[in-house]
């Protein structure tokens, strides 16, 4: 059963989210877009998961044991994923603590570097970076359509210790009230739980950090990592560098309204639309400025930033939402379309996770980390009902989170100390375009 596209729109439109510019006249209010995608796997290629192999007395701690996970125990995983360690740890070492971020961390395999902590957080604002471990870079692998589990040879996990982390409070099994209004409180609040986490897991300090994520994580690590950079002594790890999949950088306009006729004609096998639909949509595209800012921003050597919006809204102008005309007439050609990976068809395949997609699905089978088993196995609370993304727009305090796109400037000045920042977009990714990412970095 599907909702009609308006509903659904609504449900992708939830989260207020008011920033200013300092260059922009007005306050203004922005709908983020719910932007939790994620239905690409962010390979690396090495040869050998060897999962098997690792020791589950490798932290002294005594405390750590009561976050031991059996590799062989996990449910559905008829694999040996081999020894980790998740449950949920407090975000301050107040002992009163309320608020809790759930983590799941795996140890390298055999060709991993012992030196290295990678985190990820997946987006949302309010999305589960379990998403993350289950669909994209972890050990254990349940894509879509897929029976059962399987091992994911392109693991990160091939690369150095993992950690992913269900953040901010509000996301996945995570506990308590959320009570944050921007970036700052997040990063603030991320790192008060890694100094829990490396009290128990202190045979991690030291390690070479780098920070990835996808989606609205790039509002997320670009912050954390400001922040860490900014408060050396917090924690004792060594900031290395950025990982960012199909980040949020821009406001919606830019991101999503100004590239999506562009993206059109450059898919147009997967966009079969008649001469009268793509007449009105380029009108609308001119009438707009958005064929003129593409033309005018997306060259190089670019222009002066800061770059203007293409009208008064960072969202669209009224009459400009083109990138709904066009979601809605693709869906009449193919009603399969995934806004997250243009070239899907149908069938529509089923999501051990339950994430909508473009539009809900009915749920064939318990969603994976709602299952009680699989609750005790990881050290989760039985109580807590798992949604894949929170959208009730709770992460934030209403209205919203309110800092500013980080390519504004907290990116910049990562770059400029250092950091290595490695962003990547997805060419089939009909939400986060990549022409839309590329003037977000035109600077
Ligand atoms: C924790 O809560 C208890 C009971 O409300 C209170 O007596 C105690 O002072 C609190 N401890 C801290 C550190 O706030
Ligand atoms: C973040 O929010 C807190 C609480 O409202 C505020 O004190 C702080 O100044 C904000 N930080 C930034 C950078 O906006
Ligand atoms: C398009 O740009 C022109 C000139 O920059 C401006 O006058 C006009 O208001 C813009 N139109 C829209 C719809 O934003
Ligand atoms: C062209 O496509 C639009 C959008 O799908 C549709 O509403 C319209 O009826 C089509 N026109 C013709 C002549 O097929
Ligand atoms: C979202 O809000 C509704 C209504 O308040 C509530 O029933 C539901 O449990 C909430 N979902 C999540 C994931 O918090």
């Known amino acids: 059963m599907?909702?009609?596209?308006?509903?659904?729109?609504?449900?992708?439109?939830?989260?207020?989210?008011?920033?200013?510019?300092?260059?922009s006249r007005q306050r203004s209010l922005v709908r983020q877009r719910e932007k939790a995608l994620g239905r690409r796997s962010a390979s690396v290629h090495t040869h050998n998961t060897n999962v098997g192999s690792r020791s589950s007395t490798r932290f002294a701690n005594p405390e750590a044991a009561s976050f031991h996970v059996d590799g062989t125990q996990i449910p559905e995983v008829d694999f040996n994923a081999g020894d980790s360690w998740s449950g949920l740890l407090p975000i301050s070492s107040d002992p009163n603590e309320t608020r809790k971020l759930f983590f799941w961390y795996y140890p390298p395999t055999a060709n991993g570097n012992e030196n290295d902590l990678i985190f990820w957080t997946n987006g949302g604002p309010g999305c589960s970076s379990l998403e993350g471990f289950l669909q994209e870079n972890g050990p254990i692998s349940w894509q879509f359509g897929q029976a059962r589990p399987t091992p994911n040879p392109y693991s990160w996990t091939n690369l150095g210790h993992m950690l992913w982390v269900e953040q901010p409070v509000g996301t996945g099994f995570s506990q308590g009230e959320p009570n944050i209004h921007n970036e700052t409180e997040l990063a603030m609040q991320f790192v008060g739980f890694m100094q829990q986490f490396l009290n128990i897991f202190a045979e991690l300090k030291g390690k070479k950090f780098y920070l990835t994520g996808e989606s609205y994580a790039g509002f997320y690590v670009p912050y954390i990592a400001d922040y860490i950079y900014s408060n050396p002594s917090l924690l004792q790890l060594e900031v290395?560098?950025?990982?960012?999949?199909?980040?949020?950088?821009?406001p919606d306009v830019v991101s999503i309204q100004v590239p999506a006729v562009?993206?059109?004609?450059?898919?147009q096998n997967v966009f079969p639309f008649n001469?009268?639909?793509l007449a009105t949509i380029n009108k609308i595209a001119k009438g707009c400025n958005y064929t003129s800012y593409l033309k005018n921003f997306l060259t190089y050597p670019p222009p002066l930033a800061p770059f203007p919006l293409p009208g008064i809204s960072v969202e669209s102008d009224p009459g400009c939402d083109v990138y709904s005309l066009i979601v809605e007439a693709v869906l009449l050609l193919n009603p399969a379309f995934d806004i997250f990976r243009i070239?899907?068809?149908?069938?529509?395949?089923?999501?051990?996770?339950?994430?909508p997609g473009t539009f809900p699905q009915i749920q064939v089978a318990p969603v994976y980390f709602n299952r009680p088993d699989v609750k005790a196995a990881i050290h989760a609370p039985a109580n807590v009902q798992w949604t894949e993304c929170n959208l009730n727009?709770?992460?934030?305090v209403a209205?919203?989170?309110?800092?500013?796109?980080?390519?504004?400037?907290?990116?910049?000045?990562?770059?400029a100390r250092g950091a290595r920042t490695v962003l990547v977009t997805g060419l089939a990714d009909f939400v986060l375009i990549s022409e839309g990412t590329r003037i977000a970095i035109q600077k």
């Open 399 to 415: 209205p919203g989170d309110t800092s500013s796109p980080s390519s504004w400037e907290v990116l910049p000045r990562l770059i």
């Open 240 to 250: 290395q560098g950025l990982w960012l999949g199909s980040p949020v950088l821009a």
């Open 2 to 23: 599907r909702r009609p596209l308006s509903l659904l729109l609504l449900s992708f439109s939830t989260v207020v989210t008011a920033f200013t510019h300092p260059l």
């Open 275 to 277: 001469q009268s639909f």
């Open 393 to 396: 727009e709770s992460v934030f």
């Open 343 to 355: 070239l899907d068809t149908p069938p529509v395949l089923w999501d051990v996770l339950g994430f």
């Open 262 to 267: 562009n993206f059109v004609h450059k898919n």
